[in-house]
């Protein structure tokens, strides 16, 4: 059973930055891509950013060139650094194993507003 445990979220002006933090434990092991998704209020649950296993990072459009990906495989955690954020970033941010079982965490929420 894997878990996910968020943090770094908060409230933020347009502009602003975040860094969050996503640790796994459990069975889990570093062979895995982990992945940075998002929901936001009245909205389906998207995926924002993908890190594989070897270190290939994907992004959504609307997210690329203003938030990056890392991870510490060591530490079975990954990072997502956001800058320049915009009102249409809000929502609760969550990590994942795409196309795995693994349940859910609370996940942190990222609120920009003025």
């Known amino acids: 059973q894997v878990q996910f445990v968020e943090s770094g979220g908060g409230l933020v002006q347009p502009g602003g930055s975040l860094r969050l933090s996503c640790s796994a434990s459990?069975?889990?092991?570093?062979?895995?891509?982990m992945g940075w998704y998002r929901q936001a209020p009245g909205k389906q649950r998207e995926l924002v950013a993908y890190?594989?296993?070897?270190?290939?990072?994907n992004y959504a459009e609307s997210v690329k060139g203003r938030f990056t990906i890392s991870r510490d495989n060591g530490e079975k955690t990954i990072y997502l650094q956001m800058n320049s954020l915009k009102p249409e970033d809000t929502a609760v941010y969550y990590c994942?194993?795409?196309?795995?079982?693994?349940?859910w965490g609370q996940g942190t929420q990222v609120t920009v507003s003025s």
């Open positions: 994942n194993i795409p196309g795995s079982s693994s349940q």
């Open positions: 459990g069975s889990i092991s570093s062979i895995y891509g």
């Open positions: 890190i594989s296993n070897g270190g290939s990072i």
